[in-house]
């Protein structure tokens, strides 16, 4: 009971007077719109209210003050919410709180700061974690080379990397498509840049942002990153120093035997990883399994996510909160990671058995965190260049954005130290 009134006064503490909690379900049947909850969540710790976030109850359910300003901000949104009395609210939070049930309640306190390191100007893809925070109404400031290498990040919590390529070899897009006119304008665009921050190399300007992005997480940040921007980061890092590129990307040749120069105590999240020495594939290492997913269809092509104790572990559980614990898979330049050279002290929180695969993991380095995910968009099965975005009216439940949004929302909760 003690803990049921500490939870009530912290939700009541930035508000003079309400009729007594709303409840945002994110169940599988309540729920119209659980992408735009999210939205609707941070926007309340935006305006200095505070939240809960109920894990495991019913699908990882929100309460939230009860005012007039917030039921309407539901209605315009559309997101469902069920109207609670202040005796009801305490019933939930007596079966949360009860030691049989692996739920918990998480404070909320305040809305992160977010930051999108993304090229400006046109690029041949799209960017699931734009597309979701735009659907979710949740602002971001993009940012890029310049204003990482100025220390702009300091002024954030979180950060996303678009699908990025920090290794300086141009999303390895070559063999594909050297001659189209945007990886030419790519190439010249990211090499004036570098010239522009003095460097000579695209590869070290790129090495330098991430060092930067390093620090940022090191120094308590929190980091998410989706597809080739998970992979080509922690490569870019372990290559520090030796030159991993071939001459159409910079101009001279790499260094002999560079394989044997990795130094995979750099990397956040993969060990032993063998880099791809052809300039024509299009893969990086073998950490992704593009190449080894023929035993799985389309049809067939889903990953399970971890079950961990609310109590004891809620960072996990809070990223793994969803309304079901298979989510259907998505291909990508990185589609996902060899479970067997992910790091020991790296959680993989979302996996597919079938082919040995990590989809979805977390780890910590210094004071910050970082999740990987692998894939380019969850409702997009096979997104190739030039394809349309995808327009996500149609996807408003959908388990594979739920996940992104819960990395968004991470930050503004109180943390406790995990067990596992």
Known sequence: MKKIVIVFLLLTSSYSSFAGFLLLPMDEVSQQN??????????????????????????????????????????????????????????????????????????????PKIAVYTPKGKQPWDDAVTLVLTYAEIPFSPIYDEEVLSDGLLLYDWLHLHHEDFTGQYGKFYGSYKNTPWYIEQKRDAELLATQLGFSKVSQAKLAVSKKIRDFVIGGGFMFAMCSATDSFDIALSAEGVDICEPMFDGDPSD???????????????????????????????IDTTNKRAMIPMEKDYFTLMEYSAKWDPIPTMLCQNHTQLVKGFMGQTTA???????????????CLINGEARYIHGERGKGMFTFFG??????????????PTVLDLHPNSPGYRLILNN???PAARKKKQKT
């Open 337 to 351: 990671f060899d479970r067997e050279l992910v790091k020991n002290n790296v959680l993989v929180m979302g996996e």
């Open 256 to 286: 002999a035997n560079y394989q044997s120069q990795i130094d995979y105590n750099q990397a956040f999240a993969f060990k032993n990883f063998i880099l791809e020495r052809n300039p024509n594939a299009y893969e990086f290492s073998d």
């Open 408 to 410: 968004v929302l991470f």
């Open 34 to 111: 659980h992408l735009k909850a999210y939205g609707v969540t941070y926007w309340v710790l935006a305006q200095n209210y505070k939240a809960s976030w109920l894990l495991n109850y019913r699908g990882g359910s929100f309460l939230l003050p009860d005012t007039a300003e917030i039921r309407k901000e539901c209605q315009i949104r559309g997101v469902s919410f069920e109207i609670l009395t202040d005796s009801e609210a305490a019933q939930i939070q007596d079966e949360i709180s009860s030691p049989s049930q692996n739920m918990e309640t998480v404070i909320l306190e305040k809305a």
């Open 375 to 388: 894939g380019h968009d969850p409702e997009d099965y096979r997104h190739q260049v030039g394809d349309a």
